[in-house]
């Protein structure tokens, strides 16, 4: 059950977010990743399994889709002003999972402290099995 939407954005407002939360925001401590790659773009991630996560572009705009690390998942920027919106994942029969950056939500400064998080320290397959637990598995994205 959806207990709370939230919208956000990214900086230059060309790419909308949606996000669909199954608790109180206050259960929720978003992941601050600590790779260069989420640490240079001010990356802390929030997922809901019961949630749904939907990004949109405006007409004309696109996403930039960066892999990294140990590239298993791919990271969703908007190309006009580089934020860093998302993270999903396929599996191997195309199930999107994934994650929102919790900075570029409305509200977001009422989600409990951020907590850190080390994944480069998992291995592949301890990754992707979190993620399938932790992840939104409900993932739309629509570029317009
Ligand atoms: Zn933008």
């Given at each position: 059950m959806i207990a709370h939407r939230l919208g956000g954005s990214c900086a230059c407002g060309a790419v909308a977010v949606e996000v669909g939360l199954g608790r109180e925001l206050a259960a929720y401590s978003p992941r601050a990743c600590d790779c260069d790659f989420c640490c240079k773009r001010g990356a802390a991630w929030l997922s809901d399994s019961a949630g749904f996560l939907r990004l949109r572009t405006n007409a004309g705009q696109d996403l930039k889709r960066e892999r990294q690390g140990s590239e298993q998942a791919e990271f969703l920027s908007c190309?006009?002003?580089g934020t860093l919106l998302a993270v999903r994942w396929r599996d191997d029969d195309g199930h999107a999972y994934g994650a929102v950056n919790?900075?570029?939500?409305?509200?977001?400064?009422?989600?409990?402290s951020e907590q850190g998080a080390s994944p480069k320290l998992l291995e592949a397959a301890e990754k992707t099995a979190r993620w399938k637990v932790l992840w939104f598995a409900d993932v739309e994205v629509a570029t317009g």
């Open positions: 190309a006009a002003c919790a900075r570029v939500l409305a509200r977001h400064d009422e989600f409990a």
